[in-house]
């Protein structure tokens, strides 16, 4: 057994957590923060650019100690090591895991069945520099030797959400590439983006690991007959191209091999935006931020495997997950960045979490007899405050949420920035404080009655936990960097739920139905 096989239920660890929380389930985070003046530093981890401040959280010394302890004796260390030696521990589709192997800077050889792949690595990278040089810069043209000015990729899930969300994030660092994104196969989708685009200017990036996705291909045959109304077959080499793992379905498409940029299956789809997935990203913004983006990702991992569970970031934010999902029996988690560049990270972080950790089957095989996969959620802050953050703040339900902000904005819009910042602050404040009725009477107090009649609708519990995640500035390498963490996050929990994070036969039987559908 590559990954160890242990029902954390059944240790020690997990009960020793259960008979915690039962003393300290309804103990207030204010009265923990009295109790102890260092709180904020206890709970406080940096890692470079890094800072997460986990001391809203319903925890104490113990508790933490206790989720650390879970996480070793869950078998998390030899995990770490297996995933990224390149073992095969995606058991049920016979597979290693190596999306770390695509932005692994170091010298070190990485082997699947006896070959090194960073080879392979490195020249797709260098493939992606030359072509993103050249279609940037002007060297490589359309069918009419035109320059490209529009570039579309086609792709669905993992082949689309990691590349739209990265370059909707790096905006700033865009060059004059504008780059679209198809992906459902509803045909109003595809008009709708191709309408005012020129057949001569644009370039398509077909992305689909198998080349056998329904939507995909849909797609990319509507969107070349629509080229081929003005174009020639031949001229179908100058502005389509393809990343794919299946050479022979994507040249019987009529691309180029030239044209084509290649993918393992040792990459899941979810896990993809590192390789040549991330075409867009580079052409978007450049094959030297596209390098930063995978060298902050590198950065991550070195510090998810080197360091000690109890400083590992992604590691804490994981436990302090299970924390809440197992014991606490909170359903759902609310991600909220503070950056409107980061509008699709909850969509894109969706299909990680949710994909990977959306199972019910352990590692024998059997139904668990505990929760895994939480549902995550979110929106950018502010507009959430003026959305959902109601609920988070006054509804039934525990919500814990990650916060993620910037220190420094990318203009110099220092009053947006200070304000934007300042309601970051005040909503983690204002979930861990709460109000009481007592604060709420008192302000009341001048009030005529009927408006005291109010105090119980405008108390807050409080007691609602909350990370800040602080990174200093948005760029490719923070980006980087964040994407790998709640990579890294995701895997662990898998590893401490026993489940096998790395396959989704659950999109499977929908597809099978709707192609009976299609035939009726
Ligand atoms: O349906 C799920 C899925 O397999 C995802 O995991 C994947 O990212 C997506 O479909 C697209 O697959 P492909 O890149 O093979 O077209």
Request: aromatic share 10%; with cysteine; hydrophobic share 40%.
């Amino acid at each position: 057994m590559i990954l160890k096989n242990i029902n954390p239920t059944s240790t020690k660890a997990w009960s020793a957590l259960q008979e915690h929380y039962n003393k300290i389930k309804e103990v207030k985070m204010q009265e923990m923060f009295k109790e102890n003046s260092n709180r904020k530093s206890d709970f406080t981890l940096k890692f470079e650019d890094f800072t997460l401040d986990f001391s809203k959280n319903r925890i104490d010394l113990k508790t933490f100690d206790l989720l650390i302890n879970l996480a070793k004796k869950t078998g998390l260390k030899e995990a770490i090591e297996a995933q990224f030696s390149g073992e095969k521990i995606n058991i049920t589709e016979n597979r290693a895991v190596l999306h770390t192997a695509l932005r692994d800077k170091s010298e070190t050889p990485i082997r699947v069945d006896g070959k090194n792949i960073k080879i392979e690595i490195k020249e797709t990278l260098e493939k992606i520099k030359d072509f993103s040089d050249g279609i940037i810069g002007g060297k490589l043209k359309g069918f009419t030797n035109k320059p490209f000015t529009d570039v579309v990729n086609i792709g669905i899930g993992g082949s689309d959400l990691g590349p739209k969300m990265a370059v909707e994030a790096l905006k700033f660092y865009q060059n004059n590439l504008r780059c679209h994104f198809i992906s459902n196969v509803d045909g109003d989708h595809v008009f709708e983006t191709i309408k005012g685009l020129n057949r001569e200017t644009t370039l398509f990036v077909i992305v689909s690991k198998t080349f056998t996705t329904q939507e995909t291909l849909t797609n990319a045959l509507t969107v070349k007959k629509w080229f081929l109304d003005q174009a020639t077959e031949a001229d179908i080499a100058h502005n389509f191209v393809a990343v794919s793992t299946n050479l022979k379905s994507v040249e019987e498409f009529g691309i180029s091999p030239n044209n084509i940029f290649p993918m393992w299956d040792w990459v899941g789809g979810r896990y993809s935006l590192w390789s040549a997935v991330g075409l867009t990203i580079s052409l978007s913004v450049g094959f030297n931020n596209f390098s930063a983006f995978l060298e902050g990702a590198f950065q991550m991992d070195t510090h998810f495997k080197s360091a000690s569970f109890n400083k590992n970031i992604p590691v804490v934010l994981a436990m302090l997950s299970i924390w809440y999902n197992n014991f606490f029996k909170s359903e759902t988690e609310v991600l909220l960045p503070y950056s409107q560049y980061l509008a699709l990270l909850p969509m894109y972080l969706q299909q990680t979490v949710m994909e990977s950790n959306g199972k019910s089957v352990d590692r024998n095989g059997h139904s668990v007899n505990y929760q895994t996969g939480n549902i995550v959620w979110g929106s950018t802050g502010t507009n959430a405050q003026h959305a959902f953050m109601q609920l988070v703040h006054q509804g039934t339900k525990l919500i814990p949420a990650d916060f993620i902000g910037f220190s420094e904005p990318l203009y110099a819009n220092a009053d947006h920035h200070s304000k934007l910042m300042a309601n970051f602050y005040g909503q983690t404040e204002a979930l861990c404080k709460g109000k009481s009725i007592d604060e709420v009477n008192n302000e009341l107090a001048q009030k005529s009655s009927e408006i005291k009649n109010l105090s119980p609708f405008k108390t807050f519990e409080g007691n609602k936990p909350s990370n800040a995640l602080l990174i200093q500035k948005l760029t490719p390498n923070a980006l980087g960097k964040l994407i790998a963490l709640y990579e890294h996050k995701t895997f662990v929990q898998g590893v401490v739920w026993n489940i096998y994070s790395y396959d989704q036969f659950g999109v499977e039987l929908g597809k099978e139905l709707a192609k009976n559908h299609l035939k009726k």
